[in-house]
Structure formats: structure tokens, C-alpha cells
């Protein structure tokens, strides 16, 4: 197995880090994470949101920790901490996470677009389009990712004036009671949470491509506070636009409030909204199916072009013979529980081997 070892000109500058994070962390979460969190803790959702907001900065210090220690990406870390065949059966473990959670974002989306535009068309032909690109832009390598993803950030912040124009509509007692919840059903909160806030973990594969690597730390911890801060304001926005009864109801809180929004000139603005939502997915899609192709490729020594048309293919095949309802709602709750516990309870653990280990060798 070769070290990750990136030649330079394809590295990126350390501020980059900030847009990868975020734009990683926003996607189809924010469409429908209140209606969750309103379930379990209520007006209270906004402490869970900062609770998790806690967690996963000081995940991404434990990345860049465990990274300190050993450079290179997570298939250098396991292979250090665990040997060759441990370490490759749970890199295999990170390269199937990943995958799972682009086709995730990617079936979310579509099931977006038939509910609220074209119901009679086939998940598998969006979905066919969405491959061609993520496969397009893939082979432009890491930096023109880096490229989609800071753009699919600066075109999407108009959409915020959305949740401004709904104040107009707000009942700000809809607040109240503050610290209403228990401890319990918070954390519960925090949890479901998670499917916003996941996506920061990305940095396992990419570490080797930025340049002074190090430098980046405060860039991935300012894209992820964005985003935090963020999913808040969507979260307040919503609590006090509807009813904690309507919330609790409404699939997607965040495009049924855009449909509130009227122009002279467009009767539907959640066309837009949900067409417009796509610069924000296709980040999402790239950077996952990347990572789980890199992945194969740094085990397996063979061209990422490969595992990626494969894994492409599966997708496909997943759109065309088990698209419905139940097989989304059943990834979700694959990817929501235990991906986000294997993360938050792995990478810890890496950093403690990883250490010890170093600790020894050097006595």
C-alpha cells in the first residue's frame, strides 16, 4: 500500500477547507432536519443544534490531531494504528460509509424533485444525469471539486432571504417554554440532528491534498461553525413560522415556507427553490463518491476512474429497481444512527491508539 502522497500542483490553498466543509454539511439535511428535531425536543431544538454544533468541532480537532501524528488519510491513520488487514477492513468500513452516503444524498433529493415538480419521471433518468456530472467533474481531479463546491456555496446564500421573508408571517411566542425538555430527549435532538451536521468527516480523505495542511484547522472549524450557525437560524425561523403542531407534520419545513414566497412575475417559487437546490446536492454527491473511489483506489492500486463507474453503476441500479418511500427512509436510518456513532465513537479511538503507539516507539 503506497502512502498518500499528492503531488503539489493538484493540492488546494488551506482557506478552501472552509467551503468543502460547509458545503459538505449543507444539503439535504437542512430541506427537513426540523420536522425531527421539533419531534423530539420542540423549542428546545436549538440547544441540541448547538450540542452537535460542540461535537463536531471537536471531531475535526481530533482529525487534525490524528493527522499531526501520522500524515497521510484515514486509510494511512488505520493501517498505522491497526497493521495491513485490520486496518484495511475498516478503511473498507469508511469507503462503504462514504459511498452510502452519496447515494443517501442523492436519492433524498431525488424524491425532492418528485413530490414537488415531476412526478410521472423516473428516479433513475435524474439520477443517470447526476452520475454523468459527478463522473465529469471527478475526473477533473480534486481541485475542480474544490472549485464546484466554493461556487455551489456563493450562489446559494440568496436563498436565506427566504427564512427573512417569512419573519413577516412569525409568531415569536411560538418560543416559548424555553428549557421545556430533558436532558434525554435532547440528546435524542442532537442525534437527529446529525444528517445536517455530518459531512465534516470528508477532511479523512482529502487531508493530503491541502497544501500546508495544518493551516487549514481554523478554516474547517469556521465552516463548520457557518453551518451551525446556520441550521440555527433555519431552526428559529421555523419554530416561530409554524406551529409546533404544523412543523411536527410538514415533511419539508424549509421549501414549504418558500412557497409562501410570491412574486409579480413567478406564481411557484419552490420550483426554483428545489431546482436551485441542486448546486447545493451536486457538492455533496462529488465530494462523497470521490472519497469512496480514492478510498479503493489507495487500497487497491488501481485507476479511481474504475471504482468509480462502479459505484456509479450500483447507484444507478438502485434508482431503477428500489426506488420508493420505505428504502430511503430505511438509508437514512443506516446512514443517521450508525454512521454518525461510528464516527463520533471511532475517530477518538484512532487518536488514543495512534498516540500510545507513537509514545512507545519513541521509548
Do not use: C
Amino acid at each position: 500500500m503506497t502512502h498518500a502522497h499528492v503531488n503539489e500542483k493538484y493540492k488546494i490553498q488551506p482557506f478552501y477547507v472552509f467551503f468543502l466543509v460547509h458545503s459538505m454539511q449543507t444539503g439535504i439535511g437542512v430541506l427537513s432536519f426540523q420536522r425531527i428535531l421539533a419531534k423530539s425536543t420542540g423549542t428546545d431544538g436549538w440547544i441540541s443544534i448547538l450540542l452537535a454544533g460542540l461535537i463536531v468541532h471537536s471531531l475535526i480537532w481530533v482529525i487534525y490531531k490524528i493527522f499531526s501524528l501520522v500524515p497521510g488519510d484515514i486509510i494511512d491513520a488505520n493501517h498505522h494504528a491497526f497493521g495491513k488487514w485490520i486496518g484495511k477492513s475498516i478503511s473498507l468500513l469508511f469507503i462503504f460509509y462514504f459511498w452510502v452516503l452519496g447515494l443517501t444524498v442523492m436519492i433524498s433529493y431525488i424524491q425532492v424533485i418528485h413530490v414537488w415538480m415531476f412526478e410521472e419521471v423516473p428516479a433513475w433518468s435524474f439520477s443517470l444525469v447526476f452520475l454523468i456530472l459527478i463522473y465529469y467533474i471527478n475526473t477533473g481531479g480534486f481541485r475542480t471539486i474544490t472549485g464546484i463546491s466554493f461556487l455551489s456555496m456563493l450562489l446559494t446564500y440568496w436563498l436565506l432571504f427566504v427564512f427573512f421573508y417569512a419573519m413577516k408571517y412569525s409568531e415569536f411566542t411560538n418560543l416559548l417554554p424555553i428549557f421545556d425538555h430533558s436532558i434525554l430527549e435532547i440528546w435524542e435532538g442532537t442525534k437527529n440532528t446529525s444528517l445536517t451536521l455530518i459531512g465534516f468527516e470528508l477532511i479523512l480523505m482529502f487531508y493530503p491534498f491541502i497544501k500546508n495542511a495544518a493551516a487549514s484547522q481554523k478554516y474547517a472549524h469556521g465552516g463548520a461553525l457557518t453551518t451551525t450557525l446556520i441550521t440555527l437560524f433555519i431552526y428559529v425561523v421555523s419554530i416561530v413560522f409554524y406551529s409546533q403542531k404544523q412543523l411536527v407534520m410538514t415533511i419539508w419545513p424549509t421549501l414549504s415556507m418558500t412557497s409562501i414566497v410570491e412574486f409579480p412575475f413567478i406564481q411557484r417559487f419552490e420550483y426554483i427553490d428545489v431546482s436551485w437546490w441542486a448546486i447545493i446536492i451536486i457538492p455533496n454527491m462529488t465530494i462523497s463518491l470521490w472519497a469512496a473511489s480514492r478510498g479503493v483506489k489507495r487500497l487497491f492500486n488501481v485507476p479511481q476512474k474504475y471504482p468509480l463507474l462502479g459505484m456509479s453503476l450500483i447507484i444507478l441500479i438502485i434508482n431503477i429497481f428500489f426506488f420508493d418511500m420505505d428504502s430511503i427512509n430505511y438509508l437514512k436510518q443506516i446512514i443517521n444512527p450508525y454512521g454518525v456513532i461510528f464516527i463520533i465513537s471511532y475517530l477518538p479511538l484512532l487518536l488514543v491508539i495512534i498516540y500510545f503507539k507513537k509514545k512507545r516507539n519513541r521509548s
